[in-house]
């Protein structure tokens, strides 16, 4: 079992950056990847970024995101971060960390994944 539990998340204005924190617990040293997911309101969860979770091999971004978002993680510390930087509105979304430990070769697929934190809101204010 993994917990994760995400943190960082609010309101920005539009060129704004947030940092959002996922602290993993558990049999966190199961994890192969650990990824970072959105959902807008209306819309389906989509891929923002994942990461090896032992190498630290930063494995994919979403083309959306590329260049602004910037994936992390520490293992002492347990955590995953992910880095928005130059935010637009349409970043808009409730932002989940999820961690696979089954070794998936399609880290951008959220059925992929085993464990899923609760989620954090981050607004994008125009």
């Known amino acids: 079992q993994v917990h994760l539990v995400e943190s960082g998340g609010g309101l920005v204005q539009a060129g704004g950056s947030l940092r959002l924190s996922c602290a993993a617990s558990g049999r966190t040293f199961s994890s192969y990847h650990m990824g970072w997911f959105r959902q807008a309101p209306g819309k389906e969860r989509e891929f923002v970024a994942a990461?090896?979770?032992?190498?630290?091999?930063?494995?994919n971004y979403a083309d959306s995101v590329k260049g602004r978002f910037t994936i992390s993680r520490d293992l002492a510390k347990n955590t995953v971060y992910l880095q928005m930087n130059s935010l637009k509105p349409e970043d808009t979304a409730v932002y989940y960390c999820?961690?696979?430990?089954?070794?998936?070769?399609?880290?951008?697929?959220?059925?992929?994944?085993?464990?899923w934190g609760q989620g954090t809101q981050v607004t994008v204010s125009s």
């Open positions: 990461i090896t979770w032992r190498s630290g091999v930063i494995t």
């Open positions: 999820a961690a696979d430990v089954r070794g998936t070769r399609t880290v951008v697929v959220a059925t992929e994944y085993d464990y």
